[in-house]
């Protein structure tokens, strides 16, 4: 008993020091100031649409977040989760017809999305594309 707790105790520990060290993006829930507020600023924000019976989000989600984490901590980036079954109005404002869908929008504008199944390689393609096109101007002035 005293050895699953102590192997439980170093999981959870190791488990926070990876959170607390950025190995991971802080994706929050939608809320729709928070996105205001970053559509206002020098921020690619991520919308990502999904369900929680989803498996195709579920395997999406934790990848996206690993690939935004870096440019997230740069405060480049701002990631929001939003429920596909509760927004009409989120998804009507951007087209948004798969529930397994990112959208990547700079400045109320829309410079990428995703939808339906892809693989990680392409997500991280279209990630990097729509940063390029956020930034591209700014980062040459």
Same mark, same amino acid.
């Not at 520990?13 to 994706?27: E, H, K, N, R, T």
């Not at 529930?99 to 693989?119: C, E, L, P």
């Given at each position: #008993?005293? *050895?699953?707790?102590? @192997?439980?105790?170093?999981?959870?520990?190791?488990?926070? %020091? &990876?959170? +607390? /060290?950025?190995?991971? &993006?802080? $994706?929050?829930?939608?809320?729709?100031?928070?996105?205001?507020?970053? #559509?206002?600023?020098?921020?690619?924000?991520?919308?990502?649409?999904?369900?929680?019976?989803?498996?195709?989000?579920? /395997?999406? /989600?934790?990848?996206?977040?690993? =690939?935004?984490?870096?440019? #997230?901590? *740069?405060?480049?980036?701002? &990631?929001? %989760?939003?429920? @596909?079954?509760?927004?009409?109005?989120?998804?009507?404002? !951007?087209? =948004?017809? !798969?529930?397994?869908? *990112?959208?990547?929008?700079?400045?109320?504008?829309?410079? +990428?999305?995703?939808?339906?199944? @892809? /693989?990680?390689? #392409?997500?991280?393609?279209?990630?990097?594309?729509?940063?390029?096109?956020? @930034?591209?101007? $700014?980062?040459?002035?």
């Amino acid at each position: #008993m005293l *050895a699953r707790s102590i @192997f439980t105790f170093a999981a959870l520990f190791s488990l926070a %020091l &990876a959170q +607390g /060290s950025g190995a991971f &993006a802080d $994706v929050r829930e939608y809320d729709k100031q928070s996105v205001e507020f970053s #559509m206002r600023s020098n921020e690619l924000v991520v919308l990502d649409f999904h369900v929680t019976h989803c498996p195709l989000c579920h /395997s999406k /989600s934790p990848y996206l977040e690993q =690939v935004i984490a870096k440019d #997230m901590r *740069a405060g480049r980036v701002q &990631a929001f %989760l939003v429920d @596909f079954d509760n927004d009409e109005g989120l998804k009507r404002k !951007y087209n =948004v017809k !798969y529930r397994n869908t *990112a959208i990547f929008i700079h400045r109320n504008r829309v410079v +990428g999305r995703m939808a339906g199944d @892809f /693989s990680h390689e #392409m997500l991280e393609k279209e990630f990097r594309d729509a940063l390029n096109a956020a @930034f591209a101007k $700014v980062d040459a002035k």
